[in-house]
């Protein structure tokens, strides 16, 4: 059974820096393209950075050029470094393995159960 474990995060001010971790079991870890979400009150879950099938990486132009997401195949472990952090960042963050479905980016695997960043002075 596939299990994701994210953790990492915590309240922290604006301006500030965090680095979630999410580990992966019961999954081929390295034969899959990974990506951090991020579901903030009253609003959808979205896409703010994963690395392609091709291993380059995207990110939403919300997070460009303040986050960025790595990973380490030996640790089953996608992480998501975040820093000049601001108020409207604050939400769950998840991780999943993504595939292309019918010209969409689709998470597949059933969600672990997050870690919340929490952006306040």
């Known amino acids: 059974q596939v299990q994701l474990v994210e953790s990492g995060g915590g309240l922290v001010q604006p301006g500030g820096s965090l680095r979630l971790s999410c580990t992966a079991s019961?999954?081929?870890?390295?034969?899959?393209?990974w990506g951090w979400y991020r579901q903030a009150p009253g609003k959808q879950r979205e896409l703010v950075a994963r690395?392609?099938?091709?291993?380059?990486?995207n990110y939403a132009d919300s997070v460009k050029g303040r986050f960025t997401i790595s990973r380490d195949n030996t640790k089953n472990t996608v992480y998501l470094q975040m820093d000049s952090l601001k108020p409207e960042d604050t939400a769950v963050y998840y991780c999943?393995?993504?595939?292309?479905?019918?010209?969409?980016?689709?998470?597949?695997?059933?969600w672990g159960q997050g870690t919340q960043v929490t952006v306040s002075s």
């Open positions: 019961g999954i081929a870890f390295s034969s899959n393209a």
């Open positions: 999943n393995a993504n595939r292309a479905s019918r010209g969409a980016i689709v998470p597949f695997l059933n």
């Open positions: 690395f392609t099938s091709f291993g380059s990486t």
